[in-house]
T-cell receptor, first 111, second 117 residues
């Protein structure tokens, strides 16, 4: 079974910090995604990647960037964290024509 | 663009009650449809899927039928258990951007189900 691992379950950072969220998948899937989940808003796509070094903006990319230097790893970067980026962040991996596989999420608090 | 609309929750049911969570979608082309479940403190897990019209996805007693004529994919279960308490997400995946090897997935806002003994 596909395993998607997010580096932290809970993270607390301060405003203005640069924050890195890491995601690793073990099944050589081409597509990887970063979402944030907020009450009443469901999942909103931040960025996705369909290959190494390839990235595309999702619906809410502002304030975020991503890095995919290796196929198995997809990093989400908050360049200068702000309180409105407090949220649950979910990483997913997917093979074409197959469903997504999700990590357990990182609950990020920005103080 | 694509969209998924699902009934707002929370939905509270007694154990062994019948469950329906409505989901309708808007999409161009022929999307695949999914139900995901999120248990407290966890990420999303695929519950079931359907890839073409009239397909029925089923898993763990849950069922949903891909209805193209009504653009719906309602989730049903005949007898819910306390362990089914979770948030349920309806989603669709289309073939847009296929040239880039990418399929965009659109999620509904989620429906929280609480089952009481």
């Amino acid at each position: 079974d596909v395993k998607v691992t997010q580096s932290s379950r809970y993270l607390v950072k301060r405003t203005g910090e640069k924050v890195f969220l890491e995601c690793v998948q073990d099944m050589d899937h081409e597509n990887m995604f970063w979402y944030r989940q907020d009450p009443g808003l469901g999942l909103r796509l931040i960025y996705f990647s369909y290959d190494v070094k390839m990235k595309e903006k999702g619906d809410i990319p502002e304030g975020y960037s991503v890095s995919r230097e290796k196929k198995e790893r997809f990093s989400l970067i908050l360049e200068s964290a702000s309180t409105n980026q407090t949220s649950m962040y979910l990483c997913a991996a997917k093979r074409i024509f197959q469903p997504q596989h999700f990590g357990d999420g990182t609950r990020l608090s920005i103080l | 663009g694509n969209s998924v609309t699902q009934m707002e929750g929370p939905v509270t049911l007694s154990e062994e009650a019948f469950l329906t969570i409505n989901c309708t979608y808007t999409a161009t082309g022929y999307p695949s449809l999914f139900w995901y479940v999120q248990y407290p403190g966890e990420g999303l897990q695929l519950l079931l899927k359907a890839t073409k019209a009239d397909d029925k996805g089923s898993n763990k007693g849950f069922e949903a039928t891909y209805r193209k004529e009504t653009t719906s994919f309602h989730l049903e279960k005949g007898s819910v258990q306390v362990s089914d308490s979770a948030v349920y997400f309806c989603a669709l995946s289309d073939l847009g951007g296929l040239s880039g090897g990418y399929q965009k997935v659109t999620f509904g806002t989620g429906t929280k189900l609480q089952v009481i003994p």
